[in-house]
């Protein structure tokens, strides 16, 4: 058994977590850390994980933590910089569900995030934890930076046509839309459910961190800069995030949805359904699997690409897992054969 | 006191309207007609109503509507053009909320609503009622074709930037979603709330009826053709539609914000947010409004606009009464003073 | 016009106050405080407001309130008793929505509430606000305490059964279901959309504020003791209070849907549902109305009362204004007229 | 490997079936039956079963299901009566997730339901598959009626105290709070979600046919009558039942909390609160737990249980699953390792 830790497990996404490593086979939980928490049984904050989960929430200590083969990091950004280094060379592999290490780019990284970056050196060998682009790096990597939930969606849902060459890199759009649980855990008024039951809003239409992320992942595919509008919105429901797609596409020809069947034919966790259809959140609810169904807008020229997933899940603790996975070496899809919860 | 009668009072729209017209001072109901539940009491029907609505729904009679000064129809597409003719010669004036009298071209409207139209005639005659548009054909009209819910956001979002021939008329996107009252109040397995509500899905890509109707719409605005992408997603909540609507702008030196607030200063229900709002649909639930920001992408050539109504107030009843309002030459706002129900 | 002042708008009890007072034909809103927003624009912090209210938040001035003739608290509990002395002298009628002069027993009042009454000779003028009990007192007092959104739920459904003799005053029992409005506009975890939402659950089983409020109007009008269980729940929606009451009767013979209906009849905002009926939250959503139903269960011993209110409107800030417009001797249905938002 | 069938897979219950069946390592799926959905292959209908289950539904024929070793009914009310007797004498073992069998009673059947039972001597064979009271009847059943949903969670939390001896057994109340899914997948009116969001009502107050499986239960443990008022609710959430429960105590010196604690000590899905808990439903979102916490009001006579189930799992298809893992000798949790999904 891998023996594992979760450093800062207090968060939506650090439950979410605990719920996949509670059940997985092949991992031990070996310690939860939190510095609010320390001291607190897990499942005292977390009911749902009595008679799962038998540890305590303890403060984050190294030599504790170095006895660990693999540690998630399921904290705010900032925390996991200032931690990977030490870990790292007392021979602990690193899963960051944080931003700290997903842009390659220091100077971007500081100016999206707010901070000096604490170890730029890392960022180049960090490697970006999404399966389906980056699997091999992956296997072999110390320190992987779990994608974004909204930049998961929207890369798997753009880059088999940006692969194949088939559409406008200029113009790209992507409207998207999440459930509240993305915005965490933390007392805030405007995820009350008094004010964001029964309403709809965009947010951060400026510009939004995951901007330069999702960027970044689409011009590595192209090869090239690539023209890109997010827009993200805050919709009435826990979890889940749909995102929907635009981009023209230059080639008429093109079979797009043989493009996307070819491209995940092998991905257990994507799912390209059949032509015409239009894929809701809760398949994928409570589950790992990314939903895309691909369509030609009326106007002949316009592709819409829609692309869902659970946030806490392929957005989040189950991509972590399933990349924890392809680490060690054991079946892609263990402890994560999830069915979306319906109804 | 003007008399008004409901034809069709028993969906969404139709109980919307009679909780508007109980409370308008200048007018009385004098009929309200449903085939499937007449004999029943409106407010046993509509709880809601108790207290404020004393009438029984009634079979649609010809001689009790022709005594109105005014009629709504609050019905299913088709049923207006069947009963339009009788009642405009018998000197009732007409407001149709449903979808017989939108479009201008007959061929258009069998094509999108799969029948033949009754009185193509009457289609020329109808006056479109979206009152910042057409305010003074709408005083003197006849017959007004109250516009559909998602049409009312989008255009009310999109004319101001293709009146200042600001904006690309080509590929022109509305990503719009809707509250589940749009769907009606028909029993139907996937607006349940155990089947829509915690999830989200985009619906008819491949083609909506609205989508004519905007594209008239705009084309009107424009003097020319315009490229519209237009995709709507159902979301979970009873009320309320949010526009996000993506368009290139051809002149960076306008001021769009000026431009809104220009274009819509002396409008009662327009209300333009300052600039680096997002409105939320719950500002607007229950009341006429329509609240619209309109940001510049990062790209710096996108431009972003979020229009938000209650679909069934500004998307509907509200607007079918402000309608009536100016048919009838009474205050604009009569009957309409709504604040947006917070929380 | 009267002139009223509002000392602690920001919260929902305060913006629904707002909504109400913005609309009411014999009010001037002449000032809004808060220490917390004092110079922010009250449209701006809620902006359904935008176009109906032209203030800014303002610093709790004692001369600006006593320049009002009627001044509502809808503040913390502890803030209207440390203010209320002053501003009496000084002309001004108080009604208090929080719960500083619901109790009249100071010493119950410092237990349940953990500290000292300020002004406990003024907890003997204070009349307790529920119109249905106390409309003469009510207009003639200088000091209303407005009543819990719990109490005038429970009140209004226990009443006649308690007046009529009819029930065992002893094991009544109180099951309570709450939006989560009821929690207010605090940032908090446990009111979180995503760990309210799709949940439900009692709470304060061992003691909440309201029952001593409930019991005290009980047993006036008992003329007795009466023993009470009262268990709230929290349930995912925003508004709305369902109290479900049992009871056991002690004369068979009483019609008790007589009962009620002849204690009701006069009263403009208690609706008796016919026999049979089972009342929704819904049909009160926004407006001022209180729908009750009685059945007698199927052992032929237990009464089952139905009681349900908006807990923002009827339970709170709808029956305040129904206070101040006794107060004022104005229609008491005056700004009142109002249809719960359905759907 | 068992092979089971599932008559009737495409309600609520049905769905539930066959993703717990799905994961479940110890059966196969041999056949889902749908009159109505015969040829479509399930993962279309309910697509979060694209990629774990591989069948097509199929008219219900006798000689496919004959050639399973159990099979679950999961039909409307009626179905299971008339083909149990065939199934049974060619040796396959059922489940019934509907009511046919739950009521040993066939008078009280009739009048409860509406219908003359089919084959009332089968009623006296079946068992009550609460696993809780009837494990060992299970083990060895050939016919097990599962029990109803408001039934697991009433009886689970009542069953403690009415063995124990230590509660009055006239006027015990169970006030319940259910999600809409309990009303299952059919197209109505009532369960839209603009219909049921943002609402609470009770509903049959005069009588619901669980209230005579709940008395049956009880009365078997208690060995004589019991008084019992049951009112259900209908809440805005899809999954979870809430049970409140009301009984006065006997004995002043019982240690309650230990009652309980005693009586699940081996369950392994009941888990009992520490005292002073409030359990929430969604902590068994998903899952087959029941959770208790039992409480004495401020009266100091009135004890207030607090029980919560997920109506699909515990409550439904979960506890099915239980009951096969029993008839089959596996391991009961089986299949069930399950964590309520929060947030």
């Known amino acids: 058994m891998t023996k594992v830790g979760v450093v800062g497990g207090t968060g939506y996404t650090g439950v979410e977590l605990l719920r996949l490593l509670a059940l997985h086979p092949d991992v031990q939980l070996h310690a939860v850390t939190s510095r609010g928490e320390a001291g607190t049984r897990v499942a005292d904050l977390f009911p749902n994980l009595r008679g799962h989960v038998d540890l305590a929430f303890t403060e984050p200590d190294m030599d504790v933590l170095a006895a660990c083969d693999l540690v998630f990091f399921a904290t705010p950004n900032g925390v996991a910089m ?63 930076a779990n994608p974004g939930c909204y930049p998961t969606a929207v890369q798997l849902g753009l880059l088999p046509l940006i692969e ?80 929907t797609l635009y981009a023209r596409r230059t080639d008429g020809d093109v079979d797009v949805q043989a493009v996307f069947e070819a491209r995940y034919r092998a991905e257990p966790f994507v799912d390209v359904l059949p ?49 924890m996975n392809i680490m060690l070496g054991v079946e892609e899809r263990s402890g994560l054969r999830l069915v979306g919860l319906i109804p």
Chains 1, 2, 3, 4 share one sequence.
Request: hydrophobic content about 45%; proline content about 4%.
């Open 164 to 243: 194949a060459g088939c559409i406008d890199r200029e113009g790209l759009i992507a409207d998207c839309k999440s459930g509240v649980s993305g915005a965490g855990r933390g007392a805030a008024v405007a995820t009350l459910l008094s004010e964001a039951a029964e309403s709809l809003k965009a947010y951060a239409v400026p510009g939004h961190r995951h901007l330069p992320e999702i960027r970044q992942g689409l011009e590595r595919a192209a090869g090239a800069a690539v023209g890109l509008t997010f827009v993200p919105h805050l919709t009435p429901m826990i979890r889940g995030i749909h995102a």
């Open 82 to 144: 200032s931690m990977a280094r030490e870990l790292l060379e007392r021979g602990v592999r690193l899963i960051d569900l944080a931003a700290d290490f997903r842009l390659r780019d220091a100077d971007a990284w500081r100016q999206w995030y707010g901070m000096e970056h604490a170890c730029p050196d890392l960022l180049q060998e960090a490697v970006y934890g999404l399966p389906e682009v980056n699997r091999a790096a992956i296997a072999g990597a110390r320190l992987v």
């Open 275 to 323: 032509a015409g259809s239009h894929p809701e959140t809760r398949t994928v609810k409570g589950a790992n699997d990314c939903r895309i169904a691909v369509h030609q807008a009326p106007d002949g020229q316009t592709l819409v690409v829609l692309s869902v997933i659970d946030n806490l899940v392929k957005g989040a603790a189950g991509q972590a897992v399933q990349n």
